[in-house]
């Protein structure tokens, strides 16, 4: 199933998600202090226009009286003192004719002359327009207010305070990138020591950080690398001393090899030829009898002297699958020696036959895990009877010895009497695995599992040409 790419865009480092959480906290709260402004200013201004429209409408007041008492020159009076006094604050004013007609109105404001607010803006802070008017005479006088003025310094001021409030928003943006750079600079160390530890790299320590909690992180990788490195390090000096292990060991059976041909070839042959000459000296002294009798002696100390050979030869080099021997014949004639030398304690062998090729490594190991454990019941056990048995599953071989001796502890208290540790490093140097645990019947179980070689891992068991497996009993 082929899977698609990831399309998604890649989340936001934690440093720009935090400076973007305070810039927005920062802009809601100029926003509302922005709203909270404009409702204070608009306020504001609605007061200061009613107030000077109050005040322009009393002075207003008195002009239209003065200019009623005297029809007659009271209109230019009022001309000339409107004109006189210019534009009143916040407030137009006109005169206008009984047709209708404009006779005056207040001149155009020069502060901020030729400048007006933006409609919008214009439209939220402008109180509502109020108009009065007062008669005199033959003519009327209008006052309208006009907050036009204070609108426009609003928005100057709203301007002005828009350009500090971004600058100290960049400024927190900034001061807040610098910090939190700072602040999470040490997660790149730990990062990088990370990734090392996925690569198997535990060498690398990191320092003591700042911020308290990116610190007990850092501690707790110290301790976690500290101890994945001792147990690299465990690992590399038990693979080593695991190919130590298997030099001597290749080293050792190089020597019974050596010493075995030494003494199939010298000695061997000497006894054979020393029992030849006796024989002959034996056959041509019959009518001697001290000599006769002498020959005779020596023929049979020479026999005995060849089967104490035979004996050791077969312990130094027991026969082997290369020999032309499976490995369950090979444990079974071992079986057969090993009870013939101890008469006085039974033996039962049961082996299964593989079907397929055994390597050397494991029929050797198989043999001398064997020879190791049935030499410590001889020795040791105190045992009258010992269970052999090997078993052949589809990609190991299982071999356990069972005895009903005294079992794992000596008599000398809790230390153990069986040379086991070689038994223990020739079954991992073939990545098995080895128990000992005490038998149902009392004594002591030896059960090794090996894995069986590439070519015979799939051949498992001869389990179809025979009838079941292949049992013989070792009497007594």
């Not at 404001?109 to 439209?123: L, N």
């Not at 100057?156 to 100290?168: F, K, N, R, T, Y």
């Not at 005490?438 to 179980?445: D, I, S, T, V």
Request: one cysteine or more.
């Amino acid at each position: 199933m082929t899977r698609l790419p990831n399309l998604r865009r890649p989340a936001p480092s934690l440093q720009a998600r935090v400076s973007l959480v305070l810039c927005g906290l920062f802009a809601a709260l100029l926003l509302v202090g922005a709203l909270e402004w404009v409702r204070e200013t608009r306020s504001a201004i609605h007061e200061e226009t009613e107030a000077a429209s109050r005040v322009a409408g009393q002075w207003l007041t008195v002009l239209a009286r003065e200019t009623e008492r005297d029809p007659a020159h009271g209109g230019e009076r009022l001309m000339a003192y409107l004109r006189e006094v210019g534009r009143l604050r916040a407030n137009v004013v006109e005169v206008v004719a009984a047709d209708g007609s404009t006779l005056y109105r207040s001149p155009a404001p020069t502060y901020k002359a030729g400048r007006d607010a933006p409609a919008w803006f214009a439209a939220r802070l402008t109180p509502v327009q109020m108009e009065r008017r007062f008669d005199a005479g033959a003519q009327q006088l209008v006052l309208r207010t006009d907050a036009s003025r204070s609108v426009l310094d609003a928005w100057d001021e709203l301007v002005a305070m828009s350009g500090w409030a971004l600058a100290a928003l960049a400024l927190l943006a900034f001061a807040c990138h610098r910090a939190l750079r700072r602040a999470l600079a040490p997660l790149h160390a730990i990062d990088v020591a990370l990734a090392r530890g996925a690569d198997g790299h535990f060498d690398r320590r990191l320092p003591t950080l700042a911020a308290p909690e990116l610190d007990r992180l850092a501690q707790t990788y110290n301790r976690l690398a500290e101890r994945l490195d001792d147990t690299l390090a465990d690992n590399q000096r038990l693979e080593q001393d695991q190919r130590f292990a298997r030099a001597i060991q290749a080293r050792l059976e190089e020597e019974r090899r050596a010493i075995a041909r030494e003494l199939h070839d010298e000695l061997a042959q000497g006894i054979t030829a020393v029992r030849a000459i006796a024989g002959a000296i034996g056959q041509r002294s019959e009518d001697q009898p001290g000599i006769h009798g002498s020959a005779q002696a020596i023929v049979a100390m020479t026999g005995q002297m060849q089967d104490g050979v035979r004996a050791i030869l077969h312990r130094l080099r027991p026969p082997t699958v290369a020999e032309g021997s499976r490995i369950d014949q090979a444990v079974i004639s071992w079986c057969a020696q090993w009870g013939a030398l101890y008469p006085q304690i039974r033996v039962e062998c049961r082996a299964e036959a593989p079907q397929g090729e055994v390597s050397d490594g494991v029929a050797l190991t198989v043999q001398r895990l064997l020879q190791e454990s049935l030499t410590n019941v001889a020795r040791h056990a105190g045992a009258s009877m010992v269970e052999v048995r090997l078993a052949c599953a589809a990609d190991a071989i299982e071999l356990a010895v069972t005895d009903n001796g005294r079992g794992l502890v000596g008599a000398d208290g809790d230390k153990p009497r069986f040379g086991l540790t070689g038994m223990h490093e020739r079954v991992l140097e073939l990545g098995g695995e080895i128990h000992f645990e005490a038998a149902p019947a009392g004594g002591l179980r030896v059960r090794a599992r090996l894995p069986l070689a590439a070519t015979a891992a799939n051949a498992g068991c001869a389990t179809d040409s025979r009838p079941g497996p292949m049992t013989k009993e070792l009497p007594a």
